[in-house]
């Protein structure tokens, strides 16, 4: 890409500014300036195509772009000097007018002259290269053939099939590559995709229809197959028009060729009169006509709403993009990535020229290629054509590569990591810093959304609502995907209900991005697969401070020995990965006097005893720890107090009574901790004392801690409380009557406390909660006398079988929302 484009792109936008501000202000060179700017903008639309397809001009274009920029500029110098002269003086702005004309037609010479012949040159040069490929085709074909032939085994059999599969071959070839658009359908199952679209076009309820998926997946392939299936094409009477929008889309001649099919007018350009469609054309009325327009390549919202509000009646919309559009989709339909059995046959063909893994080939070590893919057909592509022909060594570098998320040659940057890369160009600074920290966690693996939140919240400096705000564009340009529990998105929904998941191929980008430059100047210093020991480049600049503000370390069991020297002095976060019984906490952390957020996760078979917990000691700023699978460490009365912890999350691990008051006092150490959670701790059968006397507390959420049976007495020490979470404790058959002294809760969750009989006689006390949410509490057979003076009190959630006792309230308080909901049944867990 020429430098001389971006100058163009710059000085036309500054020059369409100014041009716009005098149509609007100016009285005499309104009319010269329009003219000038819809010149303008025609060059600035054509600059900014060329700039996005990545192509070189040659120097005497270059050159030519120039003078045109200097003719610019003088275009910005007088409009300068117009905004500047007085409206009233006449003869100035009859001179000033006359300038613009003059610079209006010397752009116009250049656009409608030197620019229309250098287009029909490269026209020309495509055709006579196009003919040099079919002629290096025919070629091909016409020696196969011969060969075939020599070999004398007869006719039919396997011979014919290899005939047959070698055109097919050579026509994908010509379509696009093995690395492009086209390409081969071997295997690649498009059946179940061109079913589900089939049937939602079908729907007469439906008129806009969306395919999504990430970039690579067969979106556009599978666009192409639903515009020429026979049942289509007989649904739709062969009233149908393929569009390809594009990223620098000229909106007024995608809308002057959706106008034209409508109305049955193919001539109909830009420059024709645009007839008004509420629901008429020009005043004649369309009758409904059965009619399909599919837009390909769709980037923006702001390019999509026009064109999907010229729909004519009868009309159905299919949009083909890597985002979701909610505002616009009606229903969509997510592009799966491949099956193994058909990842496998789309790699061999790439990398063998053949649809199965041919005998000479190391098997197991193309399988494990095959893997890093993850069913994405653009890398099964890329990746299987950039290893054909090369050798068993070559191989099993590109596979050590590709599980360190590294591209391994040039062809996998630039055709699959490049253009995976155009998704994230187009989002925002801050929205860009969130993706790249995605490659901090392991591939394969649920990222709990809490921790990414925390982390968010620390790094970036912004709150929880706009980082779950930032996780949901992410999902909707598919560059995540949520996986939510069935209460997500309500009022007082915790955020480790929800986990994240990344396609590899895009946590390998972010992995790419973030490995930009000297590795002790990145802000990202991630290890990106576990490994013995730390990389051995991280030892080797071990001698000078790291930038990181983000840390991601991943191995197995560490001693104190394993350990190198390491200056992080501005690291935020530090997340610990591991898989043993035994783990050494780095002797570095206690160098670390920015660490804001503590990530320590297990994902070995049992829980991990942590030494050198005494570093923690060191870690005066920490915000937020989550400890996971690990038992809980034991923390001194003489533990320094840490003011400005925030938040603890305990998952999966052994409590082994370290929260006790006789071992701990929790106030002291953690005098401001607002939100406690301790999920799936088995081991933990009645609350700690120590935990009742944390008045800083407003949420504690005990979640499915399957061996608890009582809550100590206590609870009304926590004052400040205002959420509590008790749910999935399938022991415990009661509630503490201190509970109804919690003044300022507002949100009560008990639900799968299948055991819980009933609620406390005081409730009608909690005069703050404006939710309960009892699901699954089927012993609950009345309520208190006291539950209708919950003032507060906006929503129930329920079964069926307990909604009953609370009809005496709903009829006495019509504003309560009482809601049913039926049981769920889920096996989700069993992911991890």
């Known amino acids: 890409m020429a ?82 002269s007085s409206r009233w003086n006449a003869y100035k702005s009859l001179q000033y007018a006359k300038k613009l004309e003059k610079i209006e037609k010397s752009i116009n010479r250049f656009i409608q002259g030197e620019m229309q012949l250098n287009m029909w040159a490269d026209i020309h040069q495509i055709n006579f290269r196009s003919m040099e490929r079919f002629d290096r085709v025919d070629g091909s074909m016409r020696s196969l053939e011969q060969q075939v032939t020599e070999m004398r085994i007869g006719s039919g059999g396997w011979v014919q099939d290899a005939v047959q599969f070698q055109e097919q071959l050579g026509q994908s070839m010509l379509e696009g590559g093995l690395g492009g658009r086209g390409g081969p359908n071997v295997g690649v199952g498009l059946e179940v995709g061109k079913r589900k679209v089939r049937e939602m076009l079908g729907r007469n309820d439906l008129g806009i229809v969306g395919i999504v998926g990430i970039g690579g997946s067969g979106k556009t392939t599978l666009a192409k197959e639903i515009f020429k299936d026979d049942q289509v094409k007989g649904y739709f009477d062969d009233k149908m028009l393929f569009l390809t929008v594009s990223q620098s889309p000229n909106i007024d001649n995608l809308k002057a060729k959706m106008y034209g099919f409508l109305m049955g007018n193919d001539s109909m350009t830009s420059y024709d009169r645009m007839p008004p469609w509420i629901p008429q054309y020009g005043g004649r009325t369309l009758d409904p006509v059965q009619s399909l327009i599919v837009l390909d390549d769709v980037w923006k919202l702001k390019d999509l709403e026009p064109l999907v509000n010229i729909k004519g009646p009868g009309c159905k919309i299919l949009v083909v993009s890597r985002f979701r559009f909610p505002t616009i989709f009606q229903v969509h339909y997510e592009v799966e990535c491949l099956r193994d059995d058909e990842a496998i046959t789309l790699f061999c063909l790439s990398a063998f020229e053949q649809t199965s893994i041919p005998p000479e080939a190391n098997e197991n070590l193309v399988k494990q290629v095959v893997n890093e893919c993850k069913g ?135 992995l790419h991005l973030s490995n930009q430059g000297e590795i002790y100047e990145r802000e990202r210093l991630v290890m990106p697969k576990r490994e013995a020991e730390l990389p051995r480049e991280w030892e080797r600049y071990s001698d000078r401070p790291f930038n990181a503000r983000i840390v991601s370390i991943h191995t197995g069991e560490m001693s104190e020995m394993d350990w190198p020297r390491m200056e992080l002095p501005k690291a935020e976060v530090l997340i610990l990965n591991f898989a043993s019984n035994e783990y050494f906490l780095p002797p570095f952390i206690e160098d670390m006097p920015k660490l804001r957020a503590l990530i320590v996760i297990n994902q070995g078979t049992s829980n991990a005893v942590l030494r050198n917990f005494s570093v923690f000691n060191s870690l005066v700023n920490l915000r937020s720890l989550w400890l996971e699978k690990v038992n809980v460490p034991h923390l001194s009365n003489t533990t320094i107090p840490f003011t400005k912890m925030r938040k603890i999350s305990l998952i999966l691990c052994k409590i082994n009574n370290s929260l006790d008051h006789s071992v701990v006092d929790l106030p002291q150490i953690f005098p401001c901790l607002s939100d406690l959670t301790i999920d799936h701790c088995d081991d933990l059968t009645e609350l700690p004392s120590s935990i009742c006397s944390m008045q800083s507390l407003k949420s504690l959420s005990i979640t499915n801690c399957h061996g608890l049976k009582k809550l100590r007495p206590g609870l009304e020490q926590l004052t400040n409380l205002e959420i509590l979470r008790i749910y999935a404790c399938p022991n415990l058959r009661a509630l503490p009557p201190g ?17 819980l009989a009933k609620l406390p006689d005081r409730i009608g006390n909690l005069m703050s909660l404006e939710k309960i949410d009892m699901r699954e509490c089927s012993q609950v057979r009345y309520l208190p006398k006291s539950a209708s003076g919950l003032q507060s009190l906006r929503s129930v959630i329920c079964d069926e079988e307990v909604s009953p006792v609370w009809r005496d309230v709903v009829r006495a308080r019509p504003c309560l929302n009482l809601q049913v909901v039926e049981k769920c049944f889920t096996l989700d867990w069993l992911d991890e």
């Open 3 to 84: 430098v001389t484009d971006f100058f163009v792109g710059e000085i036309a936008t500054e020059l369409i500014k100014m041009l716009t501000q005098i149509v609007r202000k100016s009285i005499v060179c309104k009319s010269s300036a329009g003219r000038l700017l819809a010149i303008v903008e025609q060059l600035y639309n054509i600059t900014q195509e060329i700039k996005y397809s990545g192509v070189e001009l040659p120097e005497a274009r270059q050159f030519r772009l120039d003078q045109v920029s200097e003719e610019m500029k003088r275009g910005i110098e007088l409009c300068q000097k117009i905004k500047n």
């Open 376 to 510: 994405l057909p653009l890398a099964l592509k890329v990746i299987g054509a950039s290893l054909r022909d090369q050798p068993e060594m070559y191989w099993e570098s590109a596979r050590n590569r590709l599980q360190r998320g590294q591209p391994f040659c040039d062809s996998h940057e630039i055709n699959l990591l490049e253009r995976m890369k155009i998704s994230f160009d187009h989002l925002e600074k801050k929205v860009k810093e969130c993706f790249l920290d995605l490659g901090s966690f392991p591939e394969d693996r649920r990222i709990p959304l809490d921790i990414l939140i925390n982390m968010w919240v620390e790094v970036h400096d912004i709150n929880e609502q706009d980082a779950f705000l930032i996780l949901v564009e992410l999902s909707n340009k598919n560059l995540v995907s949520l996986i939510k529990n069935s209460r997500v998105g309500e009022i007082y929904s915790s955020y480790y209900e929800v986990f994240v998941i990344q396609h590899d191929v895009l946590r390998d980008l972010a």
């Open 739 to 755: 509970i109804c002294e919690l003044r300022c809760l507002k949100y009560l969750d008990i639900s799968q406390c299948v055991n």
